[in-house]
């Protein structure tokens, strides 16, 4: 099985900060990698598919990087909106796996 | 609008049975794999199954594998998680989501339906 190590668990940011969330991976995995961000009391939502590729109708201040093992969701200019836990999720093999989720809390 | 919509979680006892439903609207159902996620309260996000996109091909989490069955019935445009023998481990929200196959993203998802298994 595939683990999925996030990191920060928590961070506590303020608005128009620039937040990087990391993911790495217990091997390499391409680029089989997916962020996506859960609001209280909601769904999670995809933000990033395949490290690096946007979605529309996401704004444009997500971003992701990485392959192999290591892998960045970036959040430039944060808002207030963006209080959420994010989560990467692997695609490379069974079983399924996501990280452990990174909760931002906006100051 | 793609829409799903998850439906019959309930509260049951140790070694009980439950079936869960996902209606989805609004794309061609049967052009997808779909998958269950659950969520334990507070906690973070764990696969459960998958069902290729004619009910071919099945996969399950370890944590489930001969307990659960999942299943779908393309013509009523639905997903089914049967769920037997459960435990108290097995309370959580599970979400039905579309998926881009089997190794691919989730998207998206429903709004989740709870199961607490509770004596």
């Known amino acids: 099985e595939i683990v999925l190590t996030q990191s920060p668990d928590f961070q506590s940011v303020t608005p128009k900060e620039k937040v990087t969330i990391t993911c790495r991976a217990s091997?390499?995995?391409?680029?089989?990698l997916h962020w996506y961000q859960q609001k209280p009391d909601q769904s999670p939502k995809l933000l990033i598919k395949?490290?690096?590729q946007s979605l529309s109708g996401v704004p444009s201040r997500f971003s992701g990087s990485g392959s192999g093992t290591d892998f960045t969701l970036t959040i430039n200019s944060l808002e207030a909106e963006d209080a959420a836990t994010y989560y990467c999720?692997?695609?490379?093999?069974?079983?399924?796996?996501f990280g452990q989720g990174t909760r931002l809390e906006i100051k | 609008e793609v829409q799903l919509v998850e439906s019959g979680g309930a509260v049951v006892q140790p070694g009980g049975s439950l079936r869960l439903s996902c209606a989805a609207s609004?794309?061609?159902?049967?052009?997808?794999?779909m998958h269950w996620v659950r969520q334990s309260p507070g906690k973070g996000l764990e696969w459960v199954s998958f069902?290729?996109?004619?009910?071919?091909?099945?996969y399950y989490a370890d944590s489930v594998k001969g307990r659960f069955t999942v299943s779908r019935d393309n013509s009523k445009n639905s997903l089914y998680l049967q769920m037997s023998g459960l435990r108290t481990e097995d309370t959580a929200l599970y979400y039905c989501?579309?998926?881009?196959?089997?190794?691919?993203?989730?998207?998206?998802w429903g709004q989740g339906t709870l199961v607490t298994v509770s004596s």
């Open positions: 069902v290729s996109w004619d009910g071919g091909r099945r």
């Open positions: 989501a579309r998926g881009g196959g089997l190794l691919d993203w989730f998207d998206p």
């Open positions: 091997q390499s995995i391409g680029t089989s």
């Open positions: 395949y490290a690096s």
């Open positions: 999720h692997q695609s490379s093999s069974l079983p399924i796996t």
């Open positions: 609004g794309f061609t159902f049967d052009d997808h794999a």
